[in-house]
């Protein structure tokens, strides 16, 4: 819908929709990285358990136990080697959070630091 209505004039939006799959996304994403050089990149999963709209304060690394889409698993349980074992979010999830529930729409927001490893 964000690719539909767009943002500002002066903001290219760019809108991918990713595979799960863990060999796919760790050449996709650096990839789309390198060709637009963003400023920001926001990546939305979804899931049919979700009851909220869940913001993750940070990303893991390890311990990646559930096959992809391809029936693929890291047999490291890591999504990149030597990677840092957390990437903290620079957004202040929680101010996000506040502001979106003060706007009265009929949506729960939530923040986590557990995102889930798929």
Known sequence: ELEKLGLRDDVDLHVY???????????????LWKKHSP??????????????VT????GHNVGYKGLDNCRFCPGSQCCVE???ECIDSI???DTVCKRVSAL???VTVTISKDAGRY
């Open 17 to 31: 929709e990713v595979p799960v799959e863990y060999q796919t996304v760790q050449r996709l994403i650096p990839a």
């Open 39 to 52: 400023q920001l990149v926001v990546h939305v999963g979804v899931s049919g358990m979700a009851t909220t």
């Open 55 to 58: 913001l993750e304060k940070c």
């Open 82 to 84: 030597g990677g840092p």
């Open 91 to 93: 957004i202040d999830m």
């Open 104 to 106: 009265g729409l009929d």
